[in-house]
Each structure stands twice: as structure tokens, then as C-alpha cells.
């Protein structure tokens, strides 16, 4: 059985204005550079599924055996020069329930609503946990 490609939306529900994210592929480098304003940004990820399930693809990254997660890079990781900031979101998607997963297969993206700032005043960064759970969109 072929990897088929699902699309995951990445959705920061309040992100810091003026400040750039993008996503980071497997080589650290950023890709699809936006600067934030007032409203919500999203970023649309290809993953390859393949059976067990496994998630590989161009901005999927792991540690160890199991886990997986996608990168959105913020300020200076993202391309933006000056910027007072250079962090890192990590979203991890090892552990989408394998329901989301087939209605994903199926036709569906699966979408993360994510935090934008982070209890220090900045951008939100390190390890994101979706506001609410993974929702299957059409």
C-alpha cells in the first residue's frame, strides 16, 4: 500500500502582530514566511501517511521511535531580520487518534486551533497543546 497525503491545518488563534511565522522543513529552514497582524494565521502541511500508522514528510521531524512533530518557526527562525524574537512552536501530531486520521484520508482536514502568546508576553512557543481537540474540517 502506497503513503497517502493528508493535509493538517495549523491554526494560531491569536498570533504577535508584526512578528513573522513560518513553517520549518526537516533542514530547519523556514518555509511560507507570514507576518502576523491582528487576525488568526494557519499553515497547510502535507504529511505522508503510511501504514501502522507512520507520519513522514518534508516538515515532519521526530525524536525517537514514536514521536513526531511539525515546527513553526517564529522571528529569526522564520526569516526575520531584526526581530526581537527566535523561537520555536512544536506541535506534536504522533498521537492523532487513527479515527481523525481515516476521515482525514478520506477527503477532511484535520485542523489545530493553537495558542499565540505565551505566559511571558511573547509569541507562544516550545511544545503547543491545541486550544480544544484536532477537528476533522472539509
Same mark, same amino acid.
Given at each position: 500500500m502506497a503513503d497517502q497525503v493528508i493535509t493538517l491545518r495549523l491554526r494560531i488563534q491569536d498570533p504577535f502582530p508584526g512578528v513573522a511565522y513560518s513553517l520549518q522543513n526537516r533542514k530547519s529552514e523556514p518555509? +511560507?514566511?507570514?507576518?502576523? +497582524?491582528?487576525?488568526?494565521?494557519s499553515f497547510e502541511v502535507p504529511v505522508r501517511v503510511a501504514p501502522g500508522p507512520k507520519l513522514h514528510g518534508d516538515f515532519v521531524r521526530s525524536e525517537g521511535a514514536a514521536r513526531r512533530f511539525v515546527y513553526i518557526a517564529i522571528g529569526e527562525q522564520a526569516g526575520q531580520r531584526p526581530s526581537p524574537w527566535s523561537?520555536? =512552536?512544536?506541535?506534536?501530531?504522533?498521537?492523532?487518534?487513527a479515527e481523525l486520521l481515516d476521515k482525514a484520508l =478520506? %477527503? %477532511?482536514v484535520l485542523e489545530a486551533l493553537l495558542p499565540g502568546k505565551a505566559k511571558d508576553g511573547g509569541p507562544a512557543? =516550545?511544545?503547543?497543546?491545541?486550544? +480544544?481537540a484536532w477537528r476533522v474540517v472539509e
Open positions: 518555509v +511560507g514566511q507570514v507576518v502576523a +497582524g491582528d487576525e488568526p494565521i523561537r520555536r =512552536a512544536k506541535i506534536d501530531i504522533h498521537l492523532l487518534p =478520506a %477527503g %477532511g512557543c =516550545a511544545t503547543l497543546r491545541p486550544i +480544544g
